[in-house]
């Protein structure tokens, strides 16, 4: 018989009655798979405790597994492991209990969660891939089954949550930022990928359920501490990471308080092409177009060769191939360092008896990052111009950028040296902060032995911004060589007779400072009521009842305090327009030579400002807050989301075994308001107010046959959905970079996307602690978000000139023509995304090995994934099929753990991604480069209270990148032609852990 599951505050609210209590910061073993444990301390009494229906997905009491070699001894004579074997072995109990297809981590122990970040833990899942914050080297968001982040639901302690980190801040998406939480503050990972009607709806991807821990999760009194050291190869600076978490309880009552903090600062270097690669032929379109006229496709910018210049030098290659050879956006370096500092505090008071549990928990985290980035090259972007205007002081005759020695390689990039060039230096300097706050009072009463009521609410509430503040400088009508066949991320980009470090040969700086806001609050409340109607320990009927309602409110304002920097008096007197502000210039990048990648014709050193000139003498910040809120991208959404649910579990025997189900619905109905402002067609906005909703009803279900002692066969089918970025829904004229001539507008109206999916999964628990797994997918996606584009004047969407670069857009009085054609993109629900996939999972412990080779083991997964639903079609008619998931992906995991020894390696890949399928007419496609991750652990138990650990983050040095290809054109264009090439250094953390 199966053991039975404990139902908490809600499905998966409560924590796993195991971790850290008197018996374990352990495991008992002696107990083979599909028998029930004796009562112990962390497994209550069956006579007491209700039983739950095991077809619910609800975390479950510890089931004992079989001996293994390797294990230490109790005194009772059972065998007991501990560490990251003990984990997986929890999460494997986990899983096989589960009706859907769910797999969970497990902290170690209470305040000990296996890796350093939940989302780096999160990648060892079969189907779960990691984003990476390059910034900070971290794992930001996951992606579940080849879907982008915002397919997927993250809850804590099944409460919807939403966050927001870094250079997200803005962006008004449904992203969750993991790189907010110290993982210290969680005790369990719950990731489902088929849907419940108990779930959050909103992730066609998957739900993912963060638990923090509670007194009661380990009896008496638990003190447990980290001290780490954090160092990053290519900054090479040092910081600090600690932990403490005290955990007691007196009878009925506990209490637990932790906290976490830490520093880190990185640096990243490379190449940036900042927006794709055109040829001369089709980005040579005139800027205006006049009234009544379709402008004319030029690809993702404009750009012009002058090959009529008596200098021009083709180098043996033809007009035509010369005008139809492909250059960058920006061939330019870019470097970046950026110090991370976050607080992360967990609270939990909690009242427990045999039929009443109530808690009230809380988490508050600080995230804090300083970035200062400089960038240096060549703006091959917007240099076709009429005569006399490459500088705005007038100085320049030439129109378009010179060839004087080219050359063409294999997939038609054009490199070599360039005249007339204007090369521009960036000293951007960015600050970033969150601060989320949440709350949570939970209660369960068993009302009889049969039923039981849990209820909860909490609010949430995540505010945060991001400062960027740049400087801009140029250098007119020069001559620049660029070759990236040398180094493809540390290309050459040099010009010749100038020394860039020498501020006086830079002219016309500007300004341009911005701040972006948002606000996440939620408020949640749900109730359900679980009813055991029949329970004889071989059959099994129950019922689930509930309902939730979320309020959920987003705000988003974004200020340019560029204007008023560039006008307003100075303290020493004078503004920016009249002081010499090169006397302000230093002759280096801020914080030391860039490393070159062994090519001596890449920038190691180049002038720049200081953040001292940006932001003390010409107080970037106080200009941001003085400026008035751009009202065409301000908004305010309110989302609000009734539901109920019903399910139905079950357990049956059948066929000598065990047959447990799950079937239920979901209904949800969805009201959205928005405040936000619209042109009132004379150059200003007027505030608007639009309402919209829709309402789904989302049938599951799943079944789970023990077809043997060993294997588990799975099947579950469902309906779910996820909602469209807030800023598709709720902006009015969206400005998504302020150097291209384009905008989004919002569409209250646009619905969800509505999947309808498929799984079937084999799992053969062949040894205590492994599995060998096997599992089909179907997802079939409708009402995908579709941009549609056309071409408006300027003068029609009210906005006014300083919300785009005017310069760059070939303007240098700074007046934009209200003739100007915009490209403007609105957003409808049109796509159709068909996925189908298979994962295999292999987890062992090779204890069958001789000594001391039986500490080994393995965890890894592999995913293959295919999708129908994008095709790009290139100017010639070509069609190529564009993945917006990664057609494959996989992890493995090889650690060993003997005695006081342990040690850990996880390597972890994914295949290339498109971005998109729209051919904006240069017939490139872009695709994120394949990226394959090792991180490691090393750690030495001296005893109890002192474990000595080093966590090593991105081992290889991996080169990040974007790059594009040409359907008509052999594959390899990663080769050479780039975008956002950057190496981000190793991170590695030397410390100590323990408890008393």
């Known amino acids: 018989m199966r053991t039975a599951m404990l139902i908490g505050a809600s499905s998966g609210a409560m924590a796993l009655l195991l971790a850290g209590s008197p018996a374990a910061a352990q495991t008992n073993l002696s107990t083979p ?40 001894g109790t005194e009772g004579g059972e065998i007991v492991v501990t560490g990251f074997r003990r984990s997986l072995a929890e999460g494997l109990e986990l899983k096989r209990e589960a009706i859907g297809v769910r797999d969970s981590i497990v902290a170690e122990d209470i305040g000990k969660f296996p890796e350093a970040n939940v989302a780096d833990s999160l990648q060892r899942i079969p189907g779960v891939i990691l984003s990476r914050d390059g910034a900070s080297n971290e794992g930001q968001r996951i992606s579940i089954r080849g879907l982008g982040s915002e397919f997927t639901v993250t809850t804590i302690n099944m409460a919807p949550v939403r966050t927001t980190s870094s250079l997200d801040a803005g962006g008004s998406s449904r992203n969750f930022n993991y790189d907010v939480f110290p993982s210290e503050l969680f005790g369990r990972v719950d990731v489902y990928k088929t849907p419940l009607a ?107 060769l002058d090959l009529d210049n008596p200098r021009a030098n083709f180098g043996g290659l033809t007009r035509e191939q010369v005008a139809n050879g492909l250059l960058p956006r920006f061939y330019r370096v870019f470097a970046s360092d950026n110090e991370r500092e976050r607080l992360g505090l967990v609270g939990s008071l909690q009242y427990k008896t045999d039929r009443l549990d109530i808690s009230l928990d809380g988490i508050y985290s600080h995230l804090k990052d300083i970035g200062d980035e400089f960038t240096w090259g060549v703006a091959v972007r917007n240099s076709r111009t009429v005569p006399g205007s490459t500088d705005p002081a007038g100085r320049g005759t030439n129109s378009g950028i010179i060839p004087l020695d080219v050359k063409l390689d294999q997939y038609n990039n054009l490199y070599g040296t360039f005249g007339n ?100 609050k939620q408020r ?180 789970a046959f023990d077809a043997t002692r060993n294997l588990t066969l799975r099947a579950s089918a469902g309906q779910t959905i996820t909602r469209n970025a807030l800023s598709s829904i709720a902006g009015s004229t969206v400005i998504g970079n302020p150097f291209n001539a384009d905008v989004t507008v919002g569409n209250p109206d646009l619905r969800p996307q509505l999947a309808t999916q498929y799984d079937a ?73 068909k996925l189908k996939g298979l994962e295999v999972g292999y987890q062992q412990n090779f204890t069958f090995l001789p000594k001391p080779f039986d500490g080994l083991g393995v965890t890894s997964s592999f995913t293959l994934i295919d999708q129908e639903g994008g095709d790009f079609i290139a100017s010639t008619g070509t069609r190529r099929s564009i993945s917006f998931v990664p057609d494959y992906s996989y992890s493995i995991t090889g650690f060993y753990e003997k005695g006081p020894v342990s040690i850990r390696g996880s390597y972890n890949y994914r295949a290339k991604t498109g971005t998109s399928f729209v051919n904006v007419g240069n017939d490139q496609i872009a695709y994120v480069a394949p990226q394959g991750f090792l991180d490691g ?60």
């Open 421 to 520: 060039t204007s090369v521009l230096t960036e000293s951007l300097y960015r600050t970033s902060e969150t601060k989320f706050r949440y709350g949570i009072l939970r209660a369960s009463y068993d009302v009889t032995d049969a039923v039981k009521l849990s209820v909860q609410g909490n609010l949430s509430d995540s505010r945060a911004y991001k400062e960027g503040n740049r400087i801009l400088s140029n250098m007119y009508g020069v001559t620049t060589t660029f070759d990236p066949t040398v180094n493809v991320t540390y290309p050459t980009i040099t010009t010749p007779g100038l020394d860039p470090t020498d501020p006086r040969n830079y002219s016309v700086p500007t300004l341009g400072f911005g701040r972006d806001e948002e606000d996440d």
């Open 761 to 833: 999964v084999a799992e053969w628990y062949f040894a205590p602690g492994a599995l060998l797994s096997a599992g089909v997918f179907k997802k079939d996606i409708t009402d995908r978000p579709f941009s549609f584009q056309d071409f408006v004047s300027f003068g029609s969407l009210g906005l006014s000139s300083n919300v785009f670069n005017a310069l760059s857009l070939g303007f240098p009085s700074g007046i934009i023509p209200d003739d100007f054609q915009i490209r403007r993109t609105r957003i409808i629900n049109q796509g159709e995304l």
């Open 198 to 304: 108990n779930l959050e709806e909103g992730g066609i991807g998957g739900n993912v359920d963060l638990q923090t821990p509670r007194p009661f999760d380990s009896k008496g009194r638990v003190i447990r501490y980290t001290a780490q050291g954090n160092y990053n190869t290519q900054s090479k600076r040092w910081g600090p990471r600690g932990s403490l978490l005290l955990s007691d309880t007196v009878g009925n009552f506990g209490a637990l308080v932790g906290v976490a903090y830490s520093r880190t600062v990185n640096e990243r270097s490379g190449f940036q092409s900042t927006g794709g690669y055109n040829s001369s032929v089709i980005g040579s379109g005139g800027y205006r177009t006049p009234p009544g006229q379709t402008r004319p496709l030029v690809g993702p910018f404009e750009f012009q």
């Open 524 to 703: 949640n409340v749900r109730a359900v009521v679980d009813w055991n109607m029949v329970d004889d320990g071989d059959r099994l009927f129950a019922l689930k009842l509930g309902g939730s309602y979320v309020s959920t409110v987003k705000e988003i304002r974004r200020r340019d305090g560029s204007t008023i920097a560039t006008n307003r008096v100075l303290p020493g007197g004078g503004t920016f327009r009249t002081i010499d502000v090169f006397a302000n210039m230093d002759p280096f990048v801020q914080f030391g030579s860039l490393r070159n990648g062994g090519n001596a014709g890449f920038p190691s050193q180049f002038a720049t400002f200081p953040r001292s000139f940006v932001e003390g003498t010409l107080d970037a910040g106080g200009a941001n807050a003085a400026a008035p809120v751009q009202l065409n991208g301000a908004f305010r959404a309110e989302e609000i989301v009734s539901t109920g649910f019903f399910e139905v579990n079950f357990k049956l025997p059948l066929l000598g075994s065990e047959l447990r189900g799950n079937a239920g619905v979901r209904y949800s109905d969805t009201r959205t308001v928005v405040d936000n402002y619209v042109t009132n067609g004379r150059g200003g906005f007027v505030p608007a107010n639009r309402r919209g909703g829709y309402d789904n009803w989302l049938p599951s279900a799943s079944l």
């Open 937 to 996: 652990t090393v750690s030495y138990r001296v005893n109890d209270y002192i474990e000595l650990r080093v966590d090593a983050l991105n081992i290889t040095n991996e080169n990040v990148y974007l790059y594009y290809e040409n359907p008509d054109q052999p594959d390899g264009n990663g080769l050479s032609r780039r975008d956002n090439s950057f190496f981000n250094g190793t991170t590695i953390s030397f410390g100590i852990r323990g408890k008393f």
């Open 33 to 72: 798979p599909g028998a029930n444990p004796a009562p112990s301390a962390q497994s209550p009494d069956p006579q007491t405790a209700p039983a739950a229906p095991p077809a619910s997905d609800t975390p479950t009491a510890p089931t004992a597994v079989p001996p293994q070699d390797g294990a230490s």
